[in-house]
């Protein structure tokens, strides 16, 4: 039988990161193993491959069950399945959330270590910024951070219809404030996208201590007595699955859905559901799979005066012009991850919450994303999303067969004060595209077009349209001990079992007020520092 000392059962956003942290000591065997293949495809490294990305392209293909608070409307759900995981398809916003986020996930969570002090290290170790460093920024890491390269007229207009509403302009969404729009910084480096397989995997592959298994799934944990010793694997092509051992630690980094999915399959989870599914009992952890959040996104769609967007580059002589234009000076829409700018502001400044509660993101153009409608002529997109969801979801097992797709169920808007906050979003997004500054660019409201006022309205309009930003997180939560909903200790130890840690999105006992995956590299990096007995 194999023997490696850490197994890591997922090369996406975490993974990479802990294949590379964990084998930079060459006494130790590292296994990184990803059901996903290579990312050789060119698409996976071009920016604006973005807009194809949510449309197939290495994905797991899963939905959601009928969300019951949205008329039983069923969301198609992207997750990636490619060495880099998100990071290889998603569009590269590099934002990292509140303070107050991490400080509330040390103080109301119980995940002591955790506050914004503790983890913004962490943060900076990763980051390779080109063009910050100061008290929150770094350069000098392995993941390369950016500013947009080829930047539209339209985006500043954008800042200044913001301005016009009383939302400043802000040059840094991780530094000093949150709120206010501005340009986003990038996971790019030189024109290119830097995934955490590009930044991390890549660079160590040579090394003689690390494997890299592609197109191998983690169908089971395998547990003696209370210890994780290993893990069952099938390869794409071979029909039996093998056993793998770990002599120190299995780290489990599959995702929010997988992670809670490969636990349960091998027997750790809520003891009835696990019954009920018919998977023996190992560890009855009744937190495994509960808690999921994300981020639902409103968007509205308008029609330009001109191609002023990305959209043009539909045309075929356009695109043609596009890609010489990428591959002789590394500039031009093919260099834009067509999501560069947005921003966060609040949606009720009377309420004085502790930092933005509403995401904005500009789409270059319409219809970037699955399920967003496409323009005839040129569009622009304003997708806002509410930060901090109330309602809570969970992921379950289908069945015991590990090739069945998890029962997804974010569960939007079981809180009606995620509904609020998300049509008071989609208010503003509609209000900004409206302002005097946009007026060059923007004709006319086509989605969900002036018709639609009424709270009922728009309802109806969420309940059609609304998709994810992505971002879910909290199906193993960080927590104490003694909370029987927690799944891993501050240590990201599993409670209850020796040998087992799970180190990735999942862990986040509350979504951050922003996207994930800057969160979960900080999360990997920790997370090594935590098994190497660093801290
Ligand atoms: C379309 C899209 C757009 C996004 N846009 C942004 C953005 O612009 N900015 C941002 O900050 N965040 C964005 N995100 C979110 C961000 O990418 C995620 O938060 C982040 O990737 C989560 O990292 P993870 O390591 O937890 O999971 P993933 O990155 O999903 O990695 C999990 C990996 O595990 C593999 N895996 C799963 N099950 C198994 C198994 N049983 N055996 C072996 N391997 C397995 C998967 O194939 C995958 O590669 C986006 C996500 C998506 C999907």
């Given amino acids: 039988m194999k023997t490696y000392d850490y197994i890591i059962t997922g090369g996406g956003a975490a993974g990479c990161v802990l294949a590379n942290r964990l084998s930079a000591d060459a006494s130790v065997k590292v296994l990184l193993i990803e059901a996903g293949g290579a990312d050789r495809h060119p698409l996976f490294h071009m920016p604006a491959g973005f807009a194809k990305m949510t449309k197939g392209i290495a994905s797991w293909g899963w939905s959601t069950v009928p969300q019951k608070h949205m008329k039983n409307r069923v969301l198609a759900y992207t997750q990636a399945k490619v060495i880099g995981g998100g990071t290889s398809i998603n569009a590269q916003i590099y934002t990292r959330g509140a303070a107050a986020d991490y400080d509330e996930w040390e103080r ?39 500013n947009p390269i080829s930047p539209l007229p339209i985006c500043e207009a954008f800042f200044q219809a913001g301005q016009e509403l009383g939302i400043p302009f802000n040059p840094d969404f991780n530094g000093a404030r949150q709120d206010g729009l501005g340009y986003y910084q990038l996971t790019q480096l030189n024109a290119r996208r830097s995934s955490t397989a590009t930044a991390y995997l890549n660079p160590v592959r040579h090394r003689p201590n690390l494997t890299v298994m592609l197109q191998t799934m983690a169908t089971r944990i395998v547990v003696e007595g209370a210890r994780a010793v290993g893990v069952e694997v099938v390869s794409q092509g071979n029909r039996n699955s093998s056993v793998l051992r770990a002599e120190r630690e299995v780290a489990v980094t599959s995702g929010t859905f997988a992670s809670p999915k490969l636990l349960m399959q091998s027997g750790i989870g ?21 808690n999921l959040q994300d981020h639902l996104d409103l968007f509205a769609i308008a ?13 075929l002589h356009h695109a043609a012009w596009a890609g010489i234009q990428y591959l002789l000076l590394k500039k031009g829409p093919v260099a834009s991850s067509l999501f560069e700018t947005g921003g966060f502001w609040y949606s009720d400044r009377e309420k004085g919450v502790r930092s933005p509660d509403i995401q904005f993101h500009l789409g270059l153009g319409s219809g970037i994303e699955a399920g967003v409608a496409k323009m005839e002529h040129s569009g622009v997109t304003l997708n806002s999303a509410c930060l901090r969801p109330r309602s809570r979801g969970s992921v379950r097992l289908a069945s015991s067969d590990p ?14 004060e995620d509904l609020r906050c998300s049509l008071a979003g989609l208010r503003l997004a509609r209000e900004i595209l409206r302002q005097p500054a946009l007026k060059r660019f923007v004709k006319s409201e086509v989605l969900p077009g002036d018709r639609l006022r009424s709270d009922a309205e728009l309802f109806d309009y969420g309940c059609a349209n609304a998709k994810t930003d992505y971002h879910p997180v909290g199906t193993c939560r960080i927590g104490p001990a003694t909370d029987p909903m927690s799944v891993v200790t501050p240590d990201l130890k599993l409670i209850g079992l020796a040998g087992l840690r799970v180190a990735d999105a999942s862990v986040m006992p509350r979504v951050p007020s922003a996207n994930t995956m800057a969160p979960t590299i900080m999360v990997a990096e920790k997370a090594a520092d935590h098994i190497l007995g660093r801290i």
């Fill in 403 to 416: 090739a069945a797709a998890p029962l997804i169920d974010p569960n939007y808007w079981a809180d009606p």
């Fill in 303 to 315: 029609e330009c005066t001109g191609d002023h967007t990305y959209d043009k580059y539909n045309k």
């Fill in 108 to 146: 109301d969570e119980g995940a002591t270590g955790w506050s914004y002090a503790r983890v913004l290290p962490y943060f900076k170790r990763a980051e390779n910024n080109q063009r910050y460093a100061n008290e929150f920024h770094a350069y000098g890491g392995p993941l390369g951070v950016s």
């Fill in 270 to 290: 809520p003891a009835d559901h696990l019954r009920q599914v018919g998977v023996p009992v190992v560890c009855d952890r009744p937190g495994v799979g509960a």
